[in-house]
């Protein structure tokens, strides 16, 4: 099994919806708060949504509202629900634990959103 997993990515037009999945390996899910982050070109990796195991959630500011991120613990997934899209949240989104080290974690391919204007 694959450590980490990003599907569901894809081209949809600005006010479209799109539903990211994410399947991740026992060691990187359980018991760990989990993210979502995004890195549009040219720019840095940014988390903009993470849940804790109990299901706590938090945004970021730029998607608060549009974005609903949730966890099947049994399955050792993470979903991000996207709607509203705006042209600006085209990039390639990830998903991993939540780690003050992040930038040194192993990280999946990704998942490409582009929206159009």
Do not use: H
Not at 9 to 15: I, R, S, W, Y
Not at 51 to 80: H, M, W
């Amino acid at each position: 099994q694959e450590p980490l997993v990003e599907s569901g990515g894809g081209l949809v037009q600005a006010g479209g919806s799109l539903r990211l999945s994410c399947a991740a390996s026992g060691s990187i899910f359980m018991n760990n708060a989990m993210g979502w982050y995004r890195q549009a070109p040219g720019k840095q990796r940014e988390l903009v949504a993470r849940i804790t195991p109990g299901g706590r959630t938090y945004y970021a500011d730029s998607v608060n509202g549009r974005f609903t991120i949730s966890r099947d613990n049994a399955k050792n997934t993470v979903d991000l629900q996207m709607n509203s899209l705006k042209p600006e949240d085209t990039a390639v989104y990830y998903c991993n634990r939540i780690s003050p080290s992040w930038r040194l974690l192993f990280w999946g391919q990704g998942t490409q959103v582009t929206v159009s204007s």
